[in-house]
């Protein structure tokens, strides 16, 4: 087997794949299952591209997204207006890579989680 050149591009295999509509407000919906094959919870990240076809191109964008309760994500407004992504449009998400909290800060990423699918913790 032939060297490969340091300076070529190095291919990542993705995480998963799949195709989604977008609702009002940017959004769209994670799969559960995907969630669940990943072991991805609330509170933990993920970094997508996602494409749209506008007038027969293909457009690309990337970003990372936190999930949150029932995986709900929004698509940042600015690749929104740059990619021509409104409501009712059908894009195809690539998930690169995920970050999970539980990896990143151990024990308290469950204190962590619980405020994010709280919103608050009554302190006194």
Excluded: C, W
Excluded at 36 to 64: A, C, Q, S, W
Excluded at 95 to 109: M, P, Q
Aim: positive net charge.
């Amino acid at each position: 087997m032939p060297d490969q050149d340091a300076s070529e591009a190095r291919v990542v295999e993705p995480l998963a794949k799949f195709h989604a509509k977008v609702t009002r407000g940017g959004q769209f919906t994670f799969p559960l299952y995907t969630r669940l094959y990943h072991n991805l919870d609330v509170g933990d990240y993920v970094e997508l591209i996602i494409r749209t076809k506008v007038d027969g191109e293909v457009l690309r964008g990337m970003f990372i997204a936190r999930l949150v309760d029932k995986g709900n994500i929004t698509i940042p407004k600015g690749l929104r207006s740059e990619m021509k992504i409104d409501q009712n449009s059908i894009i195809e998400v690539i998930v690169v890579r995920a970050y999970r909290l539980k990896d990143l800060l151990g024990d308290k990423a469950k204190f962590i989680r619980q405020l994010a699918l709280k919103k608050y913790k009554i302190l006194t």
